[in-house]
């Protein structure tokens, strides 16, 4: 029986000190008519190698292809100390840190993820994870309601390049407590959010201004102009914001004069690997004042009855266990092994590699754009400063190319025609460091071949 | 075990200077830095370690020696389900195809995992009794959430726009009403009866024009079946209201009786209880949802679907046989839950977790799940403790009340559950449900030997002797861990939530 550890005579002894003549008889309080008559819908039980058989089989279906796809999930890469670490059953096997005398570890460790990121992001106080990017602007969006007492109508601007998945997530997490969106327009030639696309809010009352930066076409927005335009309205700030990004770039705390009031993004680049969309980590820091309005878990440091320092959940009146229908959210269980990734992966890198990482990316992304563009028929669509993404314009549809490119074991980008049919056969593509010079050769001439046949026809 | 004592922070170890330079890219970063427009760069570096890899690995390898785990400690949590987490899941979806692949990747790069995820949806359906599966929420909080939007979807569709009441039992998960609230709904709490299941009377008296649903978990959060669940579906389905099944408690049941058949509309699943996947320190998790025929169009996306071989896409041999659903074909779907389409590492160690079971395993988690609970139950009742429901069957988990060891020894709930931790296992859950004073909530899953039951029940017995004797000894437990009772208050009132970087000739903030 697997992982069912009772031999023939423990189940005796027990069902004697039950009073209980065989284990059914532990079921009759429920209704006869209710049990379950078979269970045949469901395969015969295999062995762990013949599991591992299959496993080996379909992943090898799946192969290993070039990818050159971003868009909210980065391949870097991810040092082997990192989850050599955390899937040791310690961390990997524990709970929540209810219990804090038994939890000191895990709880040390958000602390220490705690301290990393606010510091990353240039804010005061982070919580302990949340869902993921997605998720965790639609719950910055609900806090900001909760924390701007003087905006009159739950309203928040988000952008039209804030990432498509992003927006869609926040509107189904969102709308059902009445908020409401207004869509802020990009500029065509540059890609960002331009103060004239502003103008067209500027008299409106609203709650929050969100900014995600690199947006999701990976161009640099103008962070401390839109911040300062946001706060002379007495709006909020949601910076949505790339960690890796954050070494070279401003942090959020210093956009404009007074900084992002509230500061999210998706923790996957540290040391989560792309695992087809997840587990993945959502963050969140905010400044102190907003600490009591934030959700998720927050762990603090205090003493115990000896005055040894320690660590615990902090501020859990916030929290479902204890303010119920009140609580900030009704978040519990969050994506702690994967925070435990992000606080591994920060410590090994260190700001010195963290900065490298994001520069090697950036200059990847460069060559791959010189690469492409150096084709007939391929050509940049916006001209702002980006990252370590950007979007191509093709001269025919981008779904055939894609295909044609997969076919060659090349994952060519994210056709963006579903998303943004404004922008016609556009092409998003990304280059980390883990894209050598060869990578980029072989995605320019497979590129370079599939237009080829198309133009001499 | 014997655990470290303490371990400084990794700031401590911090050297200027220093780095694991083998993880590094060999290019500086200063070049790229010209095309970053002036205004826009980082003028101060971030306060990260600056440590090199033997010493994170040997800090974080510390820390986690300061843990207690399923791996290291019988974890009798209630409501929590701490079974084996078995390590053929985890090295599975650690393959390097599967940790490799990109959400956005095309369905023809991704046959392999989508037939993992499809199959995964029908043995969930098959052991639950629904119509339809989604696996992208990202916990069971989060499929409450997917749940409670779909049954105001269902409704709204339906134009009928006054319901927006959702009724919770007294005693149910805090995320019951939480959910709830963000959804936009209110939560209406109705009593229980005194023998554990649901309060007819009351439940009449709630339900109404303006009910949306109730939530509820069965076997219910006093850890005993709710034995009138046919007519608290036809109370409230009879109001208009829908019913939702909180699979906190699935393990129970498993393979004895389905939510479905029990007249539930909507459920989630816990994968990281019942499913076992690893609890991973507070996640990560998988909270699948499934529903009736009524819901299905409101799922949240994406899901997987097959192409039958009949189909027109089928029959085109280029097409790959497993997509993933959109908007296209679920227009009225809740939306988008998650950035992309779930935990999907999580969901492939369920997926392994099952294959490996089969329907005869599945049957024998919720048997043997039940019969230890009952065993140590009832060993625990001989050893001289309260039971809650004394007279009920205890489902995969029950609850001792320790009023009487209040009043007579004035020993909590709380000293029991911290004296527990020095003799080695973790505590149960403790003052939840609220409903019943001073109680523990245990729950000690299938895969736990009678010896570990059996040595957990002779803790127990020597904390009662302890009580008796010596209660000063429970009010200071524990006293063999890395620290003993934390100071709460101190911790919400004096905030110390980040490190704070000491300046020069300046010792560094406490932590």
Known sequence: MPFIPHTEEDEREMLAAIGAPDIEALFDEIPPQLRVQSLDELPVGLTEFEVMQLMYARARQDGRALCFIGAGAYEHHIPAAVWSTITRGEFYSAYTPYQAEASQGTLQSIYEYQSMMASLTGMQVSNASLYDGATAVAEACLMAVRANRRAKAARILLPRSLHPHYRAVTLTAALNQGLQFETLAYARDGGHVSLEALAAH???????????????????????????????????????????????????????????????????????????????????????????????????????????????????????????????????????????????????????????????????????????????????????????????????????????????????????????PELGAALLVCATETKSSADIDAYARALSETLRPARAA | MTLALREPLIFDYSRRGRGARGQWPSVPAGSALDTIPAALRRSRRPLLPEVSELDAVRHYTRLSQLNFSIDTHFYPLGSCTMKYNPRACNAAALLPEFLGRHPLAPVEHGQGFLACLYELQEMLKAVTGMRAVALSPLAGAHGEF???????????????????????????????????????????????????????????????????????????????FERRIEEVAAIVHQAGGLLYYDGANLNAILGKVRPGDMGFDVIHMNLHKTFSTPHGGGGPGAGAVGVSARLQPFLPLPIVAR????????????????????????????????????????????????????????????????????????????????????????????????????????????????????????????????????????????????????????????????????????????????????????????????????????????G
């Open chain 2, 146 to 224: 997917a749940g409670v939007a779909m049954i105001r979807a269902y409704h709204r569709a339906r134009g009928d726009l006054a319901r927006d009441e959702i009724i919770v039992p007294q005693a149910a998960h805090g995320t019951n009403p939480a959910t709830a609230t963000m959804c936009g709904c209110v939560a209406r709490e109705v009593a229980v009866a005194p023998d554990g299941d649901a309060d007819l009377a009351a439940l009449r008296a709630a339900v109404g024009p303006k009910t949306a649903g109730i939530m509820l978990t069965n076997p219910s959060t006093l850890g005993v």
């Open chain 1, 202 to 420: 500027a008299a409106q009352d609203f709650t929050a201004l969100v900014i995600q930066q690199p947006n999701f076409f990976g161009v640099l927005e103008d962070v401390d102009a839109l911040t300062d335009w946001a706060h002379a309205r007495e709006a909020l700030v949601i910076a949505v914001v790339n960690p890796i990004s954050l070494a070279l770039l401003k942090p959020p705390g210093e956009w404009g004069a007074k900084g992002a009031d509230i500061v999210v993004g998706d923790g996957q680049p540290l040391g989560c690997p792309l695992s087809s969309g997840g587990p993945y980590f959502g963050f969140m820091t905010t400044r102190m004042q907003h600490v009591r309005q934030m959700p998720g878990r927050i762990v603090g440091g205090t003493v115990d009855v000896d005055g040894r320092p320690g660590f615990s959940l902090t501020l859990q009146a916030r929290e479902q266990h204890i303010r119920r229908a009140k609580a900030t959210s009704n978040i519990c269980t969050n994506q702690g092994l994967l925070m435990m990734a992000g606080t591994l992966y920060l410590s090994l890198m260190g700001a010195e590699g963290l900065a490298r990482v994001a520069a090697t990316s950036m200059a990847r992304t460069e060559e791959l754009l010189r690469a492409l563009t150096a084709i007939s028929g391929v050509r940049r669509i916006f001209d702002q400063p980006g990252f370590h993404e950007a979007v191509l314009s093709l001269d025919r549809p981008v779904a055939p190319v894609l295909a044609a490119l997969a076919a060659r074991g090349i994952q060519g980008g994210l056709d963006l025609s579903a998303y943004y």
């Open chain 2, 307 to 510: 192409e039958d071989s009949g189909s027109e896409r089928a029959a085109d041999g280029r097409q790959p046989q497993y997509r993933w659903l959109d908007e296209r074909d679920l227009p009225q779907s809740i939306g988008r839950l998650t950035t992309f389409g779930g935990n999907a590492g999580v969901l492939l160690r369920a997926y392994v977790y099952m294959r490996m079971l089969g329907r005869e395993g599945m049957r024998r988690v919720g048997e043997y799940a039940s019969l230890n609970a009952n065993y140590l139950s009832a060993q625990l009742q001989r050893a001289g403790f309260e039971a809650a429901y004394p007279a009920r069957r205890a489902s995969h988990e029950f609850i001792l009340t320790l009023k009487q060891l209040q009043q007579q020894y004035g020993v909590s709930a709380m000293d029991v559950a911290k004296r527990l931790l020095d003799l080695g296992f973790h505590a149960p859950t403790t003052y939840f449900p609220q409903l019943i004073a001073e109680c523990l909530l245990i729950e000690p899953t299938e895969t736990e030997s009678k010896q570990t039951l059996d040595a957990f029940v002779q803790a127990m017995a020597q904390i009662l002797g302890e009580a008796q004797a010596d209660p000063g000894q429970l009010h200071g437990a524990p006293h063999t861990l890395p620290v003993r009772r934390l100071d709460d208050v101190r911790a919400a009132r004096e905030l110390n939530l980040v490190y704070q970087q000491a300046a020069p000739g300046q010792q560094a903030a406490p």
